[in-house]
């Protein structure tokens, strides 16, 4: 199970990157987003695709490789496979049958989003992505309102502001964490309460990126101390809003 870059492509670690280049067939969740990692990095290994919608098929083709002494590699578009990504069905079968799992660690957005986020990462509760209709999404935030621990959660670019607007009514509007396309050129860190955050990407002609988002403690005061000039009661509404080494524009390049 090997970990891929979340974004800047030389996050790839050296043993995953051997771990990839020595496997006699890697299992993709797209071979084309891998192709480009194998591009940057001159891998040449086979590779065929294992997603959501073919994983449970390829378990006896697996189990079959396995049992002729083939060394397998699985990974996701990105981050660490079977978080939020396949991979959990096939590491349950080879492990079920006998074989062995091998975690070759590296890049999660969510322990990127947890080293930044200023809230406590003991407990922590990775809750995935919320569903994507309305009535199911609500419930979905209902169920976690009162966790008492930092809630890690990942969501769609096209749903992010419904989505932090259903956690400001159903979570008290907790401070929050989001980060965009991080590791990447146009890398986005923003802190500021659900409803804050939401209004200031409602503003964006669109939202772009990958979104993980780390949401305070139920109950737990503001972890920020914020001096920036839209602090609560601006009256644009931005209350507490800090927009982490970003330029004026998000898809302009990152200055030094």
């Avoid at 890049?107 to 919320?130: E, H, M, N, Q």
């Avoid at 992010?160 to 956690?167: G, P, Q, R, W, Y």
């Amino acid at each position: 199970m090997v970990a891929t870059p979340i974004g800047n492509l030389e996050d790839l670690t050296p043993r995953a990157l051997a771990a990839l280049r020595e496997a006699d067939l890697v299992y993709c969740e797209d071979t084309r987003r891998t192709g480009n990692l194998f591009a940057r990095h001159g891998l040449t290994t086979a590779r065929v695709s294992c997603h959501e919608h073919n994983e449970f098929r390829r378990i006896p083709e697996m189990l079959e490789r396995l049992a002729r002494g083939e060394t397998l590699a699985l990974v996701s578009d990105a981050g660490t496979p079977a978080v939020s990504d396949p991979g959990r069905l096939l590491a349950a079968a080879a492990a079920e049958a006998g074989f062995r799992v091998e975690p070759v660690a590296g890049p999660s957005a969510v322990a990127a989003i947890l080293s930044v986020c200023g809230f406590a990462a003991v407990p922590y509760s990775f809750l995935g992505f919320p569903p994507s209709r309305r009535g199911e999404r609500a419930r979905w935030y209902a169920r976690f309102a009162s966790r008492e621990e930092t809630r890690v959660l990942f969501e769609s670019p096209f749903r992010v502001v419904e989505s932090l607007e259903e956690m400001a009514r159903a979570w008290g509007d907790p401070r929050v964490c989001l980060g965009r396309e991080l590791t990447k050129l146009h890398e986005e860190v923003l802190r500021g309460t659900a409803a804050s955050v939401a209004a200031l990407l409602g503003r964006r002609p669109g939202v772009k990126g990958e979104i993980v988002i780390a949401a305070a403690p139920a109950g737990e005061a503001s972890a920020f101390a914020s001096s920036d000039p839209e602090s609560p009661g601006a009256p644009d509404g931005s209350e507490g809003l800090v927009d982490d080494h970003v330029p004026p524009d998000p898809d302009a390049p990152l200055r030094e």
